[in-house]
């Protein structure tokens, strides 16, 4: 270890005091028991209690004094809002509410065009289905038909 940097253990009491004590690595110092330097805490003048701090509205030692104080002061700057500007910012959301409700509605009418469109198409569809599978379904019969009146001919050559 380098001679220049001594390391301490540092180490807190039952009493709450703190020690600090030198560690070395020999072994010749450590069966040794080393003197620990303590370190104390700095006491703390004593002081008369402030007693309770509350104290009621009513009471005769307090003097209640009202002050005027100009719009630019912090403490008149407060969260809170007149009523002129609660009313403002109600019409405002109501009418912000209402934009939406118009764009819901006309989104919503958008969809039920499309649904609508969608299904006509479908209707079509399905038309020019049954009109196939009849158109393929007689087709069938008609060559079941012209392949049976083959066959027969075939059979009255022989």
Do not use: C, W
């Not at 039920?112 to 469109?117: F, G, H, K, P």
């Amino acid at each position: 270890m380098d001679d220049n940097h001594t390391l301490f253990r540092v180490d807190t009491g039952d009493d709450g005091l703190v020690s600090r004590s030198p560690v070395s690595n020999s072994s010749s110092e450590t069966d040794e028991p080393s003197e620990p330097n303590k370190l104390q805490r700095p006491k703390l003048p004593s002081r008369k209690s402030s007693g309770t701090i509350i104290v009621p509205r009513d009471d005769p030692n307090i003097e209640m004094i009202e002050e005027e104080y100009g719009p630019e002061d912090a403490r008149t700057m407060s969260p809170r809002r007149t009523s002129e500007e609660v009313d403002r910012l109600g019409e405002n959301a109501r009418q912000a509410l209402m934009e939406q409700a118009k764009e819901l509605q006309e989104s919503l009418l958008q969809i039920v065009e499309r649904v609508e469109s969608v299904k006509s198409e479908h209707e079509k569809l399905e038309g020019g289905n049954r009109f196939l599978q009849s158109y393929i379904g007689e087709l069938m019969q008609t060559s079941k038909l012209t392949a049976s009146s083959k066959n027969k001919g075939k059979g009255k050559s022989k």
